[in-house]
């Protein structure tokens, strides 16, 4: 553990965030542990993409799943312009015990984020590009927003 963070600080150093969100907080159907876990991991993996820095881009904005009912909700990308995913790659990102990471990892923080975004019926998507100069990935992740309680009459 104490390696991944000295890791994590040291390429952090390096990389700029870019923040685009509004002060204003959503509520979304989700445990907030299970939450922060997905989170953490595609942060982690940003920074792990980009050992000689970069920009990390988070952005939370209002959303729809247009293609399942127009469901209202909550869409937070994570982005980076790291080396990318190659596209043979990206087929087999969401396996568990699949890594592209050949000293650390364990194949298993997108196979456990999928799950609990699915868990809550959200879903992940990802869009990467390995061609210098344009190289980066992007993952969107977006869940419902809370049902209202129903009220007893």
Known sequence: MADAQNRSSERSSRINVAKNFRKRAF????????????????????????PRGGTLTLKVSKSHDWGNGNRRGVRVVVADTGSGIAPAQ??????PFF?????????????????????????????????????????SVFSPESKPASVAA
């Not at 990206?90 to 396996?95: D, P, V």
């Open 27 to 50: 509520e979304i159907q989700a445990l907030a542990g299970e939450i922060r876990q997905v989170f953490s991991n595609l942060i982690a993996n940003s920074i792990d993409a980009m």
């Open 90 to 95: 990206q087929s087999k990102l969401f396996e």
């Open 99 to 139: 890594t592209t990471k050949r000293d650390v990892g364990t194949g298993l923080g997108l196979w456990v984020s999928r799950s609990i975004v699915q868990k809550h019926e959200g879903f992940i998507r990802v869009r990467s590009n390995v061609r210098p100069g344009k190289s980066g990935t992007v993952f």
